[in-house]
């Protein structure tokens, strides 16, 4: 088993057995959709109403059958891609033109932290109301 984790998401892959050197990431088409929202379509691999042309030479290295090479997918996107030594953890980055619109909105990522009695608070339970923010670091 692998975990792939992208956009907060965790999902345990199986991978494809018949590929065993590890240097390439394979998984379900419906895995990739599940962790990433991308699907691959005639047109090349799309999101929502965007789509990215793929080359059909680059299409024969990435996919076989149902099984996509996201690892390759993901650097054709331009976005980085990360793993562990042993190749049983990866990480798929977002682009930097996503993370660039994310900060010009000015919209803080919604996040969860315990308060002094450990009760769970979200930033997304204060959406529309003025929240002050106070940390506190040891080092």
Request: with cysteine; glycine share 8%.
């Amino acid at each position: 088993m692998t975990t792939v984790l992208a956009a907060g998401c965790e999902l345990e892959v199986q991978g494809d057995g018949k590929r065993n050197d590890q240097t390439q990431l394979w998984m379900r088409a419906e895995e990739l959709h599940t962790l990433t929202g991308w699907d691959l379509k005639p047109e090349g691999l799309c999101k929502d109403e965007a789509c990215v042309p793929l080359a059909p030479e680059s299409l024969k290295e990435m996919v076989d059958g149902e099984f996509i090479d996201a690892s390759s997918l993901w650097q054709s996107l331009d976005r980085p891609i990360l793993h562990d030594a042993a190749r049983k953890t990866w990480m798929l980055g977002e682009g930097a033109s996503d993370r660039s619109r994310q900060l010009e909105s000015l919209q803080a990522p919604d996040f969860s932290l315990p308060d002094i009695d450990g009760r769970m608070h979200s930033l997304s339970d204060h959406q529309g109301k003025k929240v002050l923010l106070a940390t506190w670091a040891s080092w």
